[in-house]
């Protein structure tokens, strides 16, 4: 009786240990199935050149000029040759450098009036029709209107604010 409570406790032990290594076969084999992946990638990205410039040309002053004017440029290059590789808006806001209010003035280009005491916007294209870039100007003209026949001078201040223009 005792080599069968053996034979029965060994069988009972094969049997656990069988169950046993099953289980641990069932574990590990889903914890080899889970991996991590690791991708490295790398990219590189060059940002366009914002290039926007403005050159302040003040009118010569004469007996003969009853308003004063300047001319205005703004360019998409800069003096050492670079010129902007992206497209870019720009506006221009006049302020009084001391304190007094502005005279009336107007906005020329190319002898006709785009704008009236208000800033000044624009777009100034990357390239040509072709393509290639170029370096590209406007040029604008600001008459100052005097009312009076008083000759006074007042100073100025322009601001050129540039963006990318958005596609």
Same mark, same amino acid.
């Given at each position: 009786m005792e080599k069968k409570q053996e034979n029965k406790n060994k069988k009972l032990i094969i049997i656990g240990l069988l169950v046993t290594l099953l289980v641990l076969i069932i574990i590990t084999g889903i914890a080899f199935? #889970?991996?991590?992946? @690791?991708?490295?990638?790398? $990219?590189?990205? !060059?940002?366009?050149?914002? %290039?926007?410039?403005?050159?302040? +040309?003040?009118?010569?002053?004469?007996?003969?000029?009853?308003?004063?004017?300047?001319?205005?440029?703004? #360019?998409?290059?800069? @003096?050492?040759?670079?010129? $902007?590789?992206? !497209?870019?808006?720009?506006? %221009?806001?006049?302020?009084?450098? +001391?304190?007094?209010?502005?005279?009336?003035?107007?906005w020329e280009k190319d002898g006709t009036i785009v704008a009236h005491s208000t800033d000044l916007t624009g777009t100034i294209p990357l390239s040509d029709e072709f393509g290639k870039s170029v370096e590209e100007e406007d040029a604008f003209k600001i008459v100052f209107v005097n009312p009076g026949t008083e000759n006074i001078t007042r100073r100025v201040e322009f601001k050129l604010t540039a963006t990318q223009k958005q596609p």
């Open positions: 199935a #889970r991996y991590v992946t @690791n991708k490295n990638a790398t $990219a590189t990205a !060059d940002v366009a050149k914002a %290039i926007c410039t403005m050159v302040v +040309e003040p009118s010569e002053e004469s007996i003969e000029t009853v308003n004063p004017y300047c001319i205005v440029k703004v #360019r998409n290059y800069d @003096n050492d040759g670079n010129i $902007a590789e992206t !497209d870019m808006n720009y506006k %221009i806001e006049v302020e009084p450098k +001391e304190d007094f209010e502005l005279p009336a003035y107007y």
